[in-house]
């Protein structure tokens, strides 16, 4: 029996944000753009891809791809025009482990937060800066503050 001879699409719901990070790109800043891509099934999330194509504001070929799953964890797959196809097809993805929360941390250990690059104002520093030390890293694009 063939995994997907029972398998059915109704329940299952596709997001697709082909280029997030709209803003950014018309401003040149690049590196902020991502393609988002999410699968929920019966509305529960399953799978999500968040594509970087331009690693860089220098747009030199080089990207990230981070997916995953609830059941299998996170991974990450570089990316670089320059590679051969042999080279392509040899890459594997890199896991990436999870945050521990209970690990104790060293004192000089500070927070990073994501923040908006646009919608940002004085308010949300006050209140992100409660979490001391915190280093706020200003971000453009939703998926860019996954890398």
């Known amino acids: 029996l063939d995994k997907f001879d029972d398998f059915s699409t109704e329940g299952a719901c596709v997001w697709i944000d082909p ?7 018309c ?8 393609v988002l891509i999410g699968l929920s099934i019966n509305g529960v999330p399953k ?16 990207g990230i791809t981070i997916f995953g799953t609830q059941e299998h964890g996170a991974f990450k797959l570089e990316y670089d025009c320059h ?12 896991y990436l482990e999870p945050f521990n929360q209970e690990a104790e941390v060293s004192d000089d250990y500070k927070v990073r937060v994501a ?33």
């Open 19 to 25: 280029l997030d990070g709209t803003n950014d790109f």
């Open 27 to 34: 401003k040149g800043n690049l590196s902020a753009v991502t």
């Open 83 to 94: 590679l051969s196809k042999e080279e392509l097809a040899a890459r594997q993805p890199v």
């Open 115 to 147: 923040a908006s690059l646009t919608h940002f104002n004085q308010m949300m520093q006050d209140i992100i800066e409660q979490i001391s030390p915190v280093e706020i890293c200003r971000l453009g694009g939703a998926g860019n503050k996954v890398n």
């Open 47 to 62: 799978a999500g891809v968040v594509h970087n194509p331009f690693k860089t504001n220098d747009n030199d070929g080089k």
